[in-house]
């Protein structure tokens, strides 16, 4: 079945540093998805890429989805407090109806 | 407000007793889904439903069952909760399978003795 794949599982960053999680099919998607996971909380949709080579960006984040539609990448510049969480991918293949989750990415931010 | 709701947010319970976590959304989606979330393994569907009276396996249904007999519930039931099954459990829900944005109910942390 699809795997989809994230890394680093965890990254330590100072408040400012830049943070870049990366995500791995090991099939081509339909489209992917971008959550985040505040500590005791629940995921919420952040973004989602549907096209070959696509960037978004959402102030300070910025969302790529690779040109074989099979990796993703979100980079987070100039880190803050408020970015603490776990950062999940989720890709949709293309004949089906699940979306299947990466391990995620937790992301802690030292003051 | 637009949610999903989930009951009980907390569950301690033993191995072999029947147990239904509920969940309900109020935007009229046709798409709900039941995962499963344990440390490092990320989200893992269990079940999802198309919509009423449709449902599906997801990668991890053993052990659980679902019904869908009116849009707006998901109940997911554990006939007999074993320890493997202690992990936290969200539902979420989206307007139709290809839609885009998932929201997730607050979770339900079960623990099976």
């Known amino acids: 079945g699809q795997q989809v794949m994230q890394i680093p599982q965890y990254q330590h960053v100072q408040e400012g540093e830049d943070f870049t999680t990366y995500c791995n099919s090991s099939t081509t998607l339909s489209n992917i998805q971008w959550y985040k996971q505040r500590p005791g909380g629940h995921p919420v949709f952040l973004i989602q890429?549907?096209?070959?080579?696509e960037v978004k960006k959402q102030k300070r984040l910025t969302f790529q989805f690779g040109e074989a539609k099979k990796n993703s990448s979100l980079h987070i510049t100039a880190t803050q407090t408020t970015d603490v969480g776990t950062y999940f991918c989720a890709g949709r293949q293309k004949a089906g109806n699940m979306l299947t989750f990466g391990g995620g990415t937790r992301l802690m931010v030292k003051p | 407000e637009a949610q999903v709701t989930q009951n009980p947010r907390y569950l301690i319970t033993v191995t072999g007793k029947k147990l239904t976590v509920t969940c309900s959304q109020n935007?009229?989606?046709?798409?709900m889904s039941w995962y499963r979330q344990d440390p490092g393994l990320g989200l893992r569907q269990i079940y999802y439903s198309m919509n009423v009276e449709v449902t599906d396996k997801g990668d991890v249904p053993e052990g659980y069952k679902v019904s869908r007999k009116e849009k707006r519930n998901f109940p997911l039931i554990l006939e007999s909760p074993s320890p493997n099954q202690t992990s936290l459990y969200f539902c979420?829900?989206?307007?139709?399978?290809?839609?885009?944005?998932?929201?997730f109910g607050p979770g339900t942390r079960l623990t099976v003795l």
């Open positions: 935007m009229n989606h046709e798409y």
């Open positions: 890429l549907v096209k070959s080579g």
């Open positions: 979420a829900s989206r307007e139709r399978a290809t839609y885009n944005e998932q929201f």
